[in-house]
């Protein structure tokens, strides 16, 4: 079933500025979506005269209230880094849990798009290809979106930290949480299941809206608090090419959500998913397996906060091993080696207590 997709418009009658997202948006528009970005009041349509709009609201206001939107942990670590008190233990595993959370972004795509040509969508195939052009840097290898994270990490790592720089490929093959486990194969049981639902999920959890900073913006908070280890040109060479890439950051530092690509690509999934759907019904079936995406998304944020928490008391950087081949899932145990070495340190009884959940 085809829907008809209307925009209501009314409002600011702004345009997009022009910028990385000019490419995209252009796309957006010769495939027929007339996008007001700046007006939530969305529509749409089925052939058969019924507005999923409504219906699909209910779905979008379980995920805003959920936990995953805006994780404590975030704000936690903007404190440690703003007060320049993030020990370099703290530092490392976020940096490993953040780009092995990021790996499979690339890959979840391409599977979806490989769906969208098996069965002949190829209006949503070019939407697809446009989002996976994005991710590997328009053309250019050196501004796909994993290299860039892997410069923004490894620059603070190195500058303030004094730690060796990692690779994402590495940080994903050598997974510290069993929670990132959970999260890869709930992930990629649902690109392959409703890959343009899950998409839209993704995408609204990382870009925010109008009302929720969303992950990126959070992270970037977390970087501002590095700012006064770099020179400006250090700065915007090696940090903020990663973040303005996700969402629009103006000259002052503030983050406008809704002028971001993350936002285009939430609204352009949205709108996959409901065509693909169709109906309230099939919406409704699906909610309960994207709503397990926000759960798994919460399970890892805690867990992360939790061994941020735990490493505090760390005197010395606790090494993360790293190799280009996949961990043993014996080898799970880094949350409880944390609070080993902390016992250790202290000569404490704290050895016995475990950290895993």
Known sequence: MKLATVFSRGGSNQGLRKSAVSRFTTNLIGSGVHLNLFNDQRHFVTDSGFDLSS??????????????????????????????????????????VFLARVAPTVPCLIQAGLNAAK???YEKLNLILAN???????????????????????AVAERVYKLPPITMISAFNNPILPQEILYRAVVEYLYKNCPYLVSYV?????????????????VYNIFKGFKPFFNEAEYETNILPYFSSHINIDKSGMVDNVDGVEFIHAETAR???????????????????????????GTLWDALEKTIKDAQGLKKPLII???????????????????????NQANSPLSSVRTRT
């Open 132 to 154: 996976i052009g994005e991710e590997a840097g328009m053309g250019d290898g050196k501004l796909a979106h994993p290299k860039l994270a892997e410069c923004a990490f490894n």
């Open 119 to 121: 069965n002949g969508e």
């Open 55 to 96: 219906e699909f609201q209910k779905f979008e206001d379980s995920l805003t209230s959920h936990k995953a939107m805006n994780h404590k942990v975030f704000h936690d670590l903007a404190d440690l880094s703003e007060r320049r008190e993030m020990s370099a233990s703290q530092f490392s595993i976020f940096r490993h």
């Open 321 to 343: 091993p790293v190799s280009n081949k996949l961990i043993e899932h014996d080898k799970l145990n880094f949350a409880d080696r944390i609070i080993s070495e902390r016992a």
């Open 271 to 297: 709108k996959m998913a409901l065509e693909e759907l169709g109906s309230a019904s099939k919406l409704r079936q699906k909610m309960p397996e994207l709503l397990s995406f926000a759960e798994v998304q």
């Open 202 to 218: 993704q995408e609204r959890f990382s870009g925010g809206d109008q009302d929720n900073i969303g992950m990126m913006a959070s």
